[in-house]
């Protein structure tokens, strides 16, 4: 009967296994990079995120920890924490920048509207998931 909200991740060099994380500060500079996910497989958008973030939270041995990061690592923090408040990156991102990446050897990516990737979202690994609406979200912090 103990609730608790995990994220596992990697920089590459170091994995951290984070209970309950929170971003307690950000900086106010963003940098616009684009970023997918494997709950919408095939689409990508590009979102402004903190350039820096510092999170806490628990470890596994339960021990208070804090991460204070910048540039790639900030951003997956960041993406993996609003998973977690159930915000996905499309909420974040700039509408006109939604793009389906291309199947065929042409290369071209396609533009796709939010309802396209509903559509997607709801015939795909999420069918028992007809209660998710994708919205345009003005403020979510």
Request: charge should be negative; aromatic fraction near 6%.
């Amino acid at each position: 009967n103990v609730s608790k909200r995990l994220i596992v991740l990697t920089d590459f060099e170091k994995e951290y296994i984070l209970i309950n994380p929170e971003i307690i500060a950000r900086s106010e500079q963003v940098e616009n990079d684009v970023e997918g996910c494997l709950s919408l497989p095939g689409y990508q958008g590009r979102v402004d995120r903190a350039l820096k973030v510092v999170v806490r939270a628990i470890d596994l041995e339960g021990r208070s920890v804090q991460i204070t990061s910048s540039g790639f690592l900030a951003r997956v923090l960041q993406h993996e924490i609003d998973h977690l408040n159930g915000i996905l990156y499309i909420d974040r991102a700039d509408p006109d920048s939604l793009v389906l990446l291309p199947e065929s050897e042409d290369g071209k990516t396609m533009p796709v509207e939010l309802a396209d990737m509903q559509t997607f979202f709801h015939k795909t690994d999420h069918r028992n998931r007809q209660d998710i609406v994708f919205e345009r979200t003005q403020d979510l912090d």
